[in-house]
């Protein structure tokens, strides 16, 4: 067998597509929107080499035309876990043996057929299951997406490469084991790029995975499974099901071959599922690796230094983007009260021209909230505010569910810094702006740091730098990923590692070396190459 110190291909960051009228990736786009809205799919479970239906059968459809069906997936139960459980540790022993470097390559080639001929396919995906709309979807199910998978053959090259020192006559050694058992990875609706990573990152690492993508997102959760199976992930690493959670944990939970999980979602699911992993502590061969990222209530604070419309511009993108459904969405804003009445006006203009509606008018920049779950609540928020004697809606404030989940982007303005838009996560296009006195900056401070559990994201706009420092200090524990004239939301891959701590997650970082750690287990190796053969040490020697 051959052997090498090898070198693996440039990690670089995906070129992000402008999709700009006339390019030829937007007139790729358009044809793959309209083929997929064309048919109905049936979409099966993936376990082993089995594609798995059942009599089950669930719709998909785009949140903003919520009557038209784009297919049906197979809705699974306890059996279809149980067998993915199996198929993962029947793979297992085959996966973890196979050289690292033909682990690189199997998900180097997923990446470059995301970045090639399923670009266009997962971006269309994403924009009629998720509601994403062109900008938005190239950014996470295509670039991200082929951003984690590139960078993290580069991280575990690093971690490889990592090793201790040598003394004479010793050649000490550090290898990284997969962890002893299955991986469970739990993944969220808001980002194509979240799951395909979730799975994607211990399966690298020589782990086999039970994946469990959101009901909402499997339409695109399809499209990568089809990807990774094309770029050779061999059969029983990767198995996807479809069940809840519930059903799904009560299974996984309980099993002794439970190595770890990795989780993004509520931070309500993620604290009962330590619970229920903490109660289950003995049945385990080994202690699970828990990582878990669970939201934020992320905030741009302005200082009095700072321009009005850079600050209006970072609460515009920050806080609608997506209609506000990502983690990191900006969703509390501090104002001093001499800039507020420019940034409102600014803000203002920003969303009179803001259109809303369905992903495939491009012209549309905000599109539907993700079902009708979320819709009702996100509305109950806003008529919350509506009714209040201490915040009023400022903008927008309509919502309609006749055709999609449709929510306008909303401005809530309150005088009390703890009212509940200020607190709670609302994952929705709301924000809630406090509007702060000039004198009183390190008061606004405080409050940001102590009004929610939430540690994820965070923003100071400042062109003064001791008050951009002072900030930075005072919110060193309120956000796990803090920026610095510039909106909360974006993290890239490779530049920005991703988590934050509190009520937000476990802070393993994203996007990093760091999380590929939680996946292995490390072994260190001695070798002594000219064995002792006297016990007695110098020091036992009599005294002459």
Same mark, same amino acid.
């Given at each position: 067998?051959?052997?090498?110190?090898?070198?693996?291909?440039?990690?670089?960051?995906?070129?992000?597509?402008?999709?700009?009228?006339?390019?030829?990736?937007?007139?790729?786009?358009?044809?793959?929107?309209?083929?997929?809205?064309?048919?109905?799919?049936?979409?099966?479970?993936?376990?082993? *080499?089995?594609?798995?239906?059942?009599?089950?059968?669930?719709?998909?459809?785009?949140?903003?035309?919520?009557?038209?069906?784009?297919?049906?997936?197979?809705?699974?139960?306890?059996?279809?876990?149980?067998?993915?459980?199996?198929?993962?540790?029947?793979?297992?022993?085959?996966?973890?043996?196979?050289?690292?470097?033909?682990?690189?390559?199997?998900?180097?080639?997923?990446?470059?057929?995301?970045?090639?001929?399923?670009?266009?396919?997962?971006?269309?995906?994403?924009?009629?299951?998720?509601?994403? %709309?062109?900008?938005?979807?190239?950014?996470?199910?295509?670039?991200?997406?082929?951003?984690?998978?590139?960078?993290?053959?580069?991280?575990?090259?690093?971690?490889?490469?990592?090793?201790?020192?040598?003394?004479?006559?010793?050649?000490?050694?550090?290898?990284?084991?997969?962890?002893?058992?299955?991986?469970?990875?739990?993944?969220?609706?808001?980002?194509?790029?979240?799951?395909?990573?979730?799975? +994607?990152?211990?399966?690298?690492?020589?782990?086999?995975?039970?994946?469990?993508?959101?009901?909402?997102?499997?339409?695109?959760?399809?499209?990568?499974?089809?990807?990774?199976?094309?770029?050779?992930?061999?059969?029983?690493?990767?198995?996807?099901?479809?069940?809840?959670?519930?059903? +799904?944990?009560?299974?996984?939970?309980?099993?002794?071959?439970?190595?770890? /999980?990795?989780?993004?979602?509520?931070?309500?699911?993620?604290?009962?599922?330590?619970?229920?992993?903490?109660?289950?502590?003995?049945?385990?061969?080994?202690?699970?690796?828990?990582?878990?990222?669970?939201?934020?209530?992320?905030?741009?604070?302005?200082?009095?230094?700072?321009?009005?419309?850079?600050?209006?511009?970072?609460?515009?993108?920050?806080?609608?983007?997506?209609?506000?459904?990502?983690?990191?969405?900006?969703?509390?804003?501090?104002?001093?009260?001499?800039?507020?009445?420019?940034?409102?006006? $600014?803000?203002?203009?920003?969303?009179?021209?803001?259109?809303?509606?369905?992903?495939?008018? $491009?012209?549309?920049?905000? %599109?539907?909230?993700?079902?009708?779950?979320?819709?009702?609540?996100?509305?109950?928020?806003?008529?919350?505010?509506?009714?209040?004697?201490?915040?009023?809606?400022?903008?927008?404030?309509?919502?309609?569910?006749?055709?999609?989940?449709?929510?306008?982007?909303?401005?809530?303005?309150?005088?009390?810094?703890?009212?509940?838009?200020?607190?709670?996560?609302?994952?929705?296009?709301? /924000?809630?702006?406090?509007?702060?006195?000039?004198?009183?900056?390190?008061?606004?401070?405080?409050?940001?740091?102590?009004?929610?559990?939430?540690?994820?994201?965070?923003?100071?706009?400042?062109?003064?730098?001791?008050?951009?420092?002072?900030?930075?200090?005072?919110?060193? %524990?309120?956000?796990?990923? $803090?920026?610095?004239?510039?909106?909360?939301?974006?993290?890239?891959?490779?530049?920005?590692?991703?988590?934050?701590?509190?009520?937000?997650?476990?802070?393993?970082?994203? *996007?990093?070396?760091?999380?590929?750690?939680?996946?292995?287990?490390?072994?260190?190796?001695?070798?002594?190459?000219?064995?002792?053969?006297?016990?007695?040490?110098?020091?036992?020697?009599?005294?002459?």
């Amino acid at each position: 067998m051959a052997k090498g110190f090898f070198q693996v291909p440039e990690a670089v960051n995906e070129p992000v597509l402008s999709y700009a009228p006339g390019t030829p990736e937007r007139k790729a786009l358009k044809e793959a929107l309209e083929e997929a809205r064309s048919k109905q799919i049936d979409v099966p479970m993936y376990i082993g *080499g089995n594609e798995v239906f059942t009599e089950d059968k669930r719709p998909m459809s785009p949140p903003h035309d919520h009557q038209h069906i784009l297919g049906h997936y197979s809705y699974g139960d306890a059996s279809h876990v149980e067998d993915a459980i199996k198929a993962a540790l029947g793979a297992k022993s085959y996966w973890e043996e196979l050289s690292w470097e033909h682990r690189a390559s199997v998900f180097l080639k997923a990446a470059d057929l995301i970045a090639g001929p399923y670009r266009a396919k997962i971006n269309a995906a994403t924009m009629l299951g998720q509601s994403k %709309n062109a900008f938005q979807a190239e950014i996470d199910s295509a670039c991200e997406l082929v951003d984690f998978l590139r960078f993290n053959v580069k991280f575990m090259t690093e971690i490889y490469s990592e090793q201790p020192q040598s003394s004479p006559g010793v050649w000490n050694r550090l290898e990284q084991r997969p962890l002893e058992g299955f991986v469970f990875a739990l993944t969220p609706f808001n980002f194509t790029a979240i799951a395909g990573n979730l799975p +994607a990152a211990p399966a690298l690492m020589g782990n086999t995975v039970v994946w469990k993508p959101s009901n909402t997102q499997v339409y695109s959760a399809n499209v990568i499974m089809e990807v990774f199976r094309e770029a050779g992930v061999p059969d029983g690493v990767i198995n996807l099901v479809y069940t809840s959670g519930p059903v +799904a944990g009560d299974v996984i939970f309980e099993h002794p071959d439970f190595a770890g /999980i990795h989780f993004t979602g509520s931070t309500g699911v993620f604290q009962t599922i330590w619970k229920k992993i903490g109660e289950n502590i003995h049945k385990y061969k080994s202690y699970p690796r828990i990582v878990g990222e669970t939201g934020g209530k992320d905030f741009i604070i302005a200082h009095p230094s700072a321009g009005a419309k850079a600050v209006a511009t970072g609460i515009t993108r920050g806080a609608f983007e997506f209609q506000g459904q990502k983690c990191s969405a900006a969703s509390r804003a501090y104002i001093p009260r001499s800039m507020w009445p420019e940034v409102e006006a $600014f803000v203002k203009e920003d969303l009179a021209s803001i259109r809303m509606g369905g992903t495939e008018d $491009f012209t549309n920049f905000v %599109n539907a909230v993700i079902d009708e779950k979320s819709f009702d609540k996100i509305a109950g928020y806003i008529e919350e505010a509506k009714n209040s004697n201490v915040a009023k809606v400022i903008a927008g404030g309509n919502c309609d569910k006749s055709k999609g989940y449709f929510v306008e982007p909303t401005v809530i303005l309150t005088e009390d810094p703890m009212f509940t838009t200020m607190r709670e996560e609302i994952f929705g296009p709301v /924000i809630t702006v406090y509007v702060y006195d000039d004198a009183r900056f390190e008061e606004a401070l405080e409050l940001v740091d102590e009004t929610s559990p939430y540690a994820l994201t965070g923003a100071i706009f400042s062109k003064d730098r001791y008050a951009a420092e002072q900030a930075t200090n005072k919110l060193r %524990n309120a956000a796990g990923n $803090f920026y610095i004239n510039d909106k909360p939301t974006g993290a890239v891959v490779g530049q920005q590692p991703f988590g934050g701590g509190r009520a937000s997650g476990t802070n393993d970082k994203a *996007g990093s070396g760091l999380n590929l750690l939680r996946w292995v287990s490390p072994r260190t190796i001695k070798e002594t190459f000219v064995s002792p053969t006297d016990y007695r040490y110098p020091f036992l020697g009599e005294d002459k």
